[in-house]
C-alpha cells in the first residue's frame, strides 16, 4: 500500500519561499506521476504542479514561473519549491501519487497547511 508523509508547510510573509517535500513509500516509485494539489477554504482541490517518472513537469498558470516541482527517484522524493508566495497560495497543500500502470490508482497525503500572511 502506497504512502505519502508531507512535510515543510507553515506560515511565511508575502515574497517569502517555502519548500515542501513528500515521501513515498509501499511501491516502486518512477511508475508513478506525482502531483502537488491545493484547497483553499471554500474552494475545490486544484493542480499546483505534476511531474512524471521520467521529469516532465506542469503547472497551471497561477504558479508557472514561481513554483518548482522537482523528484528524487534515489529517495523516493517529491519537492515542491514555491518562491514569491502570495495570500492566494494559502490552502492546504496535498501530495499526489497517480500509478501509471493499471489498475492506475490514486493515493493521498495527509495535506500540509501554508499560509502566507503578513
Known amino acids: 500500500q502506497v504512502q505519502l508523509v508531507e512535510s515543510g508547510g507553515g506560515l511565511v510573509q508575502p515574497g517569502e519561499s517555502l519548500r515542501l517535500s513528500c515521501a513515498f513509500s509501499?511501491?516502486?516509485?518512477?511508475?508513478?506521476?506525482m502531483g502537488w494539489y491545493r484547497q483553499a477554504p471554500g474552494k475545490q482541490r486544484e493542480l499546483v504542479a505534476i511531474i512524471t517518472g521520467g521529469g516532465t513537469t506542469n503547472y497551471p498558470e497561477a504558479v508557472k514561473g514561481r513554483f518548482t516541482i522537482s523528484r528524487d527517484n534515489a529517495k523516493n522524493t517529491v519537492y515542491l519549491q514555491m518562491n514569491s508566495l502570495v495570500p492566494e497560495d494559502t490552502a492546504v497543500y496535498y501530495c499526489n501519487a497517480h500509478a501509471i500502470r493499471p489498475p492506475f490508482d490514486d493515493y493521498w497525503g495527509q495535506g500540509t497547511q501554508i499560509t502566507v500572511s503578513s
Open positions: 509501499g511501491s516502486i516509485f518512477r511508475f508513478y506521476t
